[in-house]
């Protein structure tokens, strides 16, 4: 498949001359990055043994808690924690098993839940095993809560999917032997029993998987900000390492696809959408900036692009790429640029083919078209004369749209995937410039609200609306030093919904003129600014970074930098790119 892509777009650049069209270009363009190590686990059906597992050769946790029960040491217990240290010193006088305490209490927890008369009793059962239990432990629970959930699957509301499944609906159902709740029902659930344990940081996420879509629950893990927990039912992975979107990694019973992750509270309020890998690469090859789907997001994938471009805005092209999580996408790909002042645009087409292994199912492949159209709209400058200077003024608004579809496969699954996932965004704000009268000092700021489309609730497929996702604000100076050189500094900061707080990024350099070329040369720092630090978040976990480029007239681009995060060397990164441009004429045909 890939090299039909490519055959594709090669005869797209075999075009007659005339003498009507307007100058074209040919650009080559790559990027390499090598980045800090990221820690992926894949941690099994649970990170801590139940009482059921540690008990079964010793007779089996039924028959000796009966046994215990029965025994007059149980009258001198009493409480969830009361009990456990009861049993825990039975088992230890009478059989000579030693259990930790903790193991046992999370037993007589989840009894407690499953045979619980209200939501009350639910509640407070997490909070008590909460007050004792560390972090691991009560992800050890909540995996087990999961996978006892899924045991009750119910396969009927996939076809009847509107309204909410609730805990005590799900609870009901098992006492009866009937089935409740799906994937997101039983998400939710998770979430809240980490939510009441103490687990604060707690998020659902929902993204595209094999036959539709898919949520797992995600937590940050409190003892080490580079760290998190996935759970998609009674499996667990981890990952660990500075920011960046591969903490949303979805590789276990339900490997993930698509273009993003829709992040959801753990009281399944929306909050907002960030792309995944192969949201950003195609992006990148669709020759859009990364930029329009998160203002802070940085490109963590290896690319070399190949396009044939005019004046007027035409772009066709080939590409082929790896992700971080090392998927091979390779791809064609044609654009239009709207280069107006009032209504500047982007809109594009890539045909792909991704490929990559999972943990548990082998090579998975997809083949699919991803569409991108980013445009914005700016009124009329309001200009005010200043003593000195001049300030600009202007009202912008913008609409981003991602959508793929894609068909493949899972080397070890008996069944082809599909999937199709769109992504609506809109925003307004305005833009601002002060400039000297001898253009000595540029200030450049901008202010922008972001609002989307996507479900109020998690767990009902009918509550779409619409919600509001971020603020953020762009100020820059740029000051003339000398002939030739010019100093500058810029901040960005995004102010997303509450539970993932603000990050900000600050650089500063210089441009530079060398003869007919142009240099700069820029250092930075990123970071959360308010709220908790967040693994998955674009900007949250700190870093610094300097980066260097050179730029000759003729368009030809060479850059390089690195980017450290601040607990250890294996926190660094380097990416380079290039881009060369070679002007085409037109009298003959190029092949």
Wanted: charged share 20%; glycine share 12%; with cysteine.
């Amino acid at each position: 498949m890939k090299y039909l892509l490519f055959a594709l777009t090669l005869s797209a650049f075999s075009v007659e001359a005339s003498t009507n069209l307007p100058d074209w270009k040919f650009s080559i363009e790559t990027t390499g990055t090598i980045g800090p190590k990221q820690k992926f686990e894949s941690l099994g059906k649970t990170i801590i043994p139940s009482a059921d597992v540690l008990l079964e050769p010793h007779g089996g946790y039924p028959f000796l808690w009966r046994r215990y029960q029965s025994s007059i040491n149980s009258v001198a217990f009493s409480g969830l924690w009361g009990q456990a240290q009861g049993f825990q010193q039975f088992l230890k006088d009478t059989k000579g098993i030693e259990i930790p305490r903790e193991v046992i209490a999370m037993k007589l927890g989840m009894d407690t839940v499953f045979n619980s008369s209200s939501d009350s009793e639910v509640t407070n059962t997490y909070r008590d095993l909460g007050r004792n239990l560390s972090f691991e432990q009560k992800i050890a629970f909540s995996s087990q809560l999961g996978g006892l959930l899924f045991q009750g699957y119910d396969f009927a509301r996939l076809e009847n999917n509107q309204g909410v499944v609730t805990m005590r609906e799900m609870i009901e159902a098992r006492k009866n032997g009937n089935t409740a709740g799906v994937c997101r029902d039983m998400s939710f659930a998770v979430a809240q029993a980490l939510k009441e344990m103490g687990a604060k940081e707690t998020f659902i996420v929902s993204f595209q998987t094999v036959g539709g879509g898919h949520t797992t629950v995600l937590v940050q893990d409190p003892n080490n900000s580079q760290k998190t927990y996935t759970l998609n039912y009674d499996a667990v992975t981890s990952s660990e390492g500075v920011s960046s979107l591969s903490h949303l990694r979805q590789d276990s019973s339900n490997p993930g696809l698509g273009i993003d992750y829709r992040i959801y509270s753990a009281d399944g309020k929306h909050l907002t959408s960030l792309p995944t890998h192969l949201g950003v690469i195609l992006e990148e090859m669709a020759g859009g900036n990364v930029s329009d789907l998160d203002a802070v997001v940085r490109s963590e994938n290896s690319l070399l692009t190949a396009a044939l471009e005019n004046k007027n805005g035409f772009q066709a092209g080939a590409s082929t790429g790896y992700t971080p999580d090392g998927d091979l996408v390779v791809a064609a790909h044609s654009s239009y640029s709207i280069n107006n002042d009032f209504v500047p645009g982007r809109y594009a087409i890539v045909l792909y083919n991704a490929r990559g292994q999972t943990q548990d199912w082998g090579t998975r492949e997809q083949t699919g078209f991803y569409f991108s159209a980013h445009q914005k709209i700016k009124s009329p400058e309001v200009k005010v004369k200043l003593p000195g200077g001049e300030v600009r003024m202007r009202v912008t608004g913008k609409v981003d749209f991602t959508s793929f579809y894609g068909k493949g496969d899972i080397q070890n699954l008996s069944q082809d995937f599909w999937g199709i996932r769109n992504n609506f965004t809109y925003g307004g704000g305005s833009e601002m410039t002060y400039q000297t009268s001898n253009g000595n000092t540029r200030v450049q700021g901008s202010l922008t609200a972001t609002g989307g489309f996507g479900k109020d609730d998690i767990r009902d497929e009918e509550s779409y609306g619409t919600d509001f996702r971020d603020i953020t604000a762009m100020v820059s100076l740029n000051q003339k030093i000398s002939q030739g050189i010019e100093g500058f500094v810029k901040a960005t900061f995004i102010q997303r919904r509450d539970e993932l707080g603000s990050q900000s990024r600050q650089e500063a350099g210089m441009n530079f003129d060398l003869r007919n070329s142009r240099g700069s040369v820029v250092v930075g720092h990123e970071g959360q600014v308010s709220g908790p630090t967040l693994a998955f978040v674009p900007g949250s976990t700190e870093k610094y970074f300097f980066e260097s480029s050179y730029r000759t007239a003729r368009g030809t681009k060479i850059t390089g930098g690195v980017f450290c995060g601040m607990k250890s060397v294996r926190d660094c990164g380097l990416r380079v790119s290039g881009t060369f441009i070679l002007p085409l004429g037109w009298e003959n045909r190029i092949f």
